[in-house]
């Protein structure tokens, strides 16, 4: 057992795959020579060589497009797309090649790659590098979709998506980066679509996913301390496949649920949850589903401005404790 | 014949070497070509008939007109070449070895096609023939098939991708991001652009600022040439020395091929565009499987009867597929949910 950076959790995931599997293949800008813009891939290059971990250019539809190509002929690329909100300018590779490949083709084509990006506010980079994009990849079938808020599942869930046989979206949190977590030694491997039960509790349930998992914690000890509302906070981890067995073992247990989501309200990832919670467990819940989100807005770049735009331990702790005593 | 130099191309003003007469093809050779050319021709035909009869839905794009391109190009490849395209695919899946069969049940969506029907006639692929889609975004099969490359690269075998698409598509953005990264990677991939000399309803000169389309490399320094793609005999020439040029460790080349096609962009194009005399031109003067025909007749490799033999052949084949496409089962329901993931 170690404690490990979030940061060097990606680097350490990503070269346990490539020590086991000859097959894989990192390529990003930046990532090589100058071991990633966030410094999440410092050592691979010299790990591994310019042969399996390449600098690209500055051109994300070519990365996506050569990382399919290659998975096509049962290579497993790792692209990296530096920040998420460049998946508007690929997002054809993202919506309309890996997605669809194996259905389109009987299953004779296998897209067996990953894509890992930096998501997510905090780091004032303003409304074009700072956005949660999670929701944009979720709604399409064919993607697999995980975002872990830990040192240790960063590395569990790097194993599984480089091992499994779909395109899987890697969603690493910027304002993770620094965070420490306890790792254990040797070969973690995860499973996708399995949620953690990351504080067990009674009166409520409180789903995140992210950077919103230390928050919902934080909160919940304020919740407990303050107010004597002892929350369950779920870190939902895995979109697609989403865990719904735990998800509504949790709302059956403790009757309440609330979301808390970077990403802008409208069409955000706890929607579909709360949809299907109310769909399969209406009759578990004692009141209504909560989503405590980021507004419907732009991401202004101004401390701020910023700081009131994403969910607070504040505001998380105000809105679970007014709709509890409603 | 030596491929230029898009330094020495821009120079001479041209790429164009469509007045030089190609090697020859042997007598073996022309009639291969002129059976796989004419399978293309009459397996299309069908196809725009079955698309008449309401038996073929959707999209369907034809490639007559444009047949000696791929057959040409196929002569050129070995085994575990892999070949990608757009969405104007039927020609190259039969020119890659696939059966007229799976083809047409998948353009009317049966369960025998390719894809099972859930593909079309823009998405189809065999992996087993190398062939890799099928793509119906345009433009998009090219970083994959520069992907194709990389992984040839990467594994260090002597293989060469082809990455096929058209002139409209070579106005798209991402085909420059897979020139610059393939020739900095120095990727064996062999860039065909199929100049038909229309992308859907606009002339080359009204979307496309410089129109020799071969030349689209030099910011990158990728040489170009611009061939006669009507003709099979410089088509294969001119594919045996890229090939060649990509094996040999060079990197990546674009070949431009003037061809035409006689079919309006899709099923529902009436092709108002242009007019009845300049696809007469094509049909009388250029057609690529009249060209064999004559020359075999000409030389006295063939006869009349043996040539109608070949087309009487060809024909029973693609009858056969149109038969079971139009017999075989409609995919069961429970298709709907296969193959999303794994």
């Known amino acids: 057992m170690a404690e490990l950076t979030y940061r060097d959790a990606v680097a350490r995931g990503i070269a346990q795959e490539m020590e086991r599997d000859p097959d894989v293949v990192f390529l990003g800008e930046d990532v090589a020579g100058a071991g990633g813009v966030f410094k999440a891939t410092v050592g691979l290059l010299d790990k591994f060589g310019p042969l399996r971990v390449r600098d690209t250019p500055i051109s994300e539809q070519a990365i996506l497009g050569a990382a399919m190509g290659a998975a096509m002929t049962g290579l497993k690329p790792i692209a990296e797309i530096m920040f998420s909100d460049f998946f508007a300018v690929c997002f054809d590779y993202i919506a309309n090649e890996f997605p669809k490949s194996r259905y389109m083709s009987n299953g004779q084509l296998k897209c067996p790659l990953v894509v890992r990006t930096g998501n997510g506010a905090g780091s004032r980079f303003g409304a074009q590098h700072s956005q949660s994009v999670e929701n944009w990849c979720m709604m399409i079938p064919g993607l697999k979709v995980v975002a872990p808020s830990n040192p240790r599942d960063v590395i569990g869930l790097m194993a599984a998506a480089v091992r499994d046989p779909d395109p899987v979206i890697f969603f690493e949190h910027k304002s993770l980066y620094a965070t420490k977590g306890e790792v254990p030694d040797g070969e973690i491997v995860d499973r996708l679509g399995t949620a953690t039960i990351a504080r067990p509790g009674k009166d409520a349930t409180i789903l995140a996913l992210a950077l919103m998992v230390p928050r919902a914690l934080a909160a919940a000890e304020k919740l407990k301390s303050e107010h004597g509302i002892d929350c369950e906070v779920v870190d939902v981890r895995s979109l697609v496949p989403l865990d719904t067995q735990t998800i509504l073992g949790s709302v059956a247990r403790t009757h309440r649920m609330f979301t808390v989501e970077e990403n802008p309200r409208l069409c955000g990832w706890g929607a579909e949850l709360a949809s299907i919670v109310a769909d399969e467990a209406f009759y578990d819940l004692d009141g209504p589903i909560v989503r405590i989100t980021t507004p419907h807005i732009p991401l202004p770049a101004a401390d701020l401005l910023e700081d009131i735009a994403l969910p607070s331990v504040e505001r998380i702790v105000d809105r679970v404790n007014k709709s509890m005593n409603a | 014949m030596a491929i230029a130099s898009n330094k020495a191309a821009a120079q001479s003003g041209s790429a164009r070497r469509e007045t030089e007469v190609p090697p020859d093809l042997t007598k073996d050779q022309e009639i291969a070509a ?309």
């Not at chain 2, 062939?131 to 090219?142: N, S």
């Not at chain 2, 020739?183 to 065909?192: A, D, Q, R, S």
């Not at chain 2, 990546?252 to 092709?271: C, F, K, N, Q, V």
């Not at chain 2, 063939?302 to 139009?326: C, Q």
């Open chain 2, 34 to 342: 002129f059976r796989d050319m004419l399978l293309i021709r009459r397996f299309e035909e069908k196809a725009g008939q079955l698309y008449g009869m309401g038996l073929i839905g959707g999209f369907c794009h034809l490639y007559i007109g444009q047949e000696a391109v791929v057959v040409g190009m196929q002569m050129s490849l070995k085994a575990g070449d892999q070949v990608i395209t757009g969405y104007r695919d039927h020609g190259h899946m039969l020119a890659c070895g696939m059966e007229s069969r799976g083809v047409m049940a998948e353009l009317t969506g049966r369960r025998g096609g390719y894809s099972k029907g859930k593909g079309g006639s823009m998405h189809m692929f065999s992996v087993e023939k190398s062939f890799y889609g099928g793509h119906g975004i345009v433009g998009a099969q090219v970083p994959l098939g520069t992907g194709l490359a990389f992984a040839n690269k990467y594994r260090g075998n002597d293989n060469v991708s082809l990455t096929y698409f058209g002139d409209g598509a070579a106005n798209q953005g991402q085909v420059y991001e897979s020139f610059n990264m393939a020739k900095l990677w120095n990727l064996p991939v062999i860039y065909i652009i199929e100049n038909n000399q229309y992308g859907m309803g606009t002339a080359v000169a009204r979307a496309s600022a410089t129109t020799t389309l071969a030349t689209r490399g030099s910011a990158h320094g990728i040489p170009g040439e611009s061939v006669d793609g009507m003709d099979v005999r410089a088509v294969k020439a001119v594919g045996e020395k890229a090939v060649k040029w990509c094996r040999d460790g060079n990197g990546p080349i674009i070949l431009e091929m003037m061809t035409y096609r006689y079919r309006g962009h899709s099923m529902s194009d009436p092709a108002k565009y242009r007019t009845k005399e300049e696809v007469d031109k094509y049909r009388t003067e250029r057609d690529p499987i009249e060209q064999v025909r004559a020359r075999l007749l000409a030389k006295k490799l063939s006869s009349d009867e043996a040539l109608k033999k070949i087309d009487t052949e060809v024909r029973a084949i693609v009858n056969d597929a149109a038969e079971f496409a139009t017999n075989d089962a409609e995919p069961d329901a429970s298709e709907l949910y296969t193959d999303v993931y794994a």
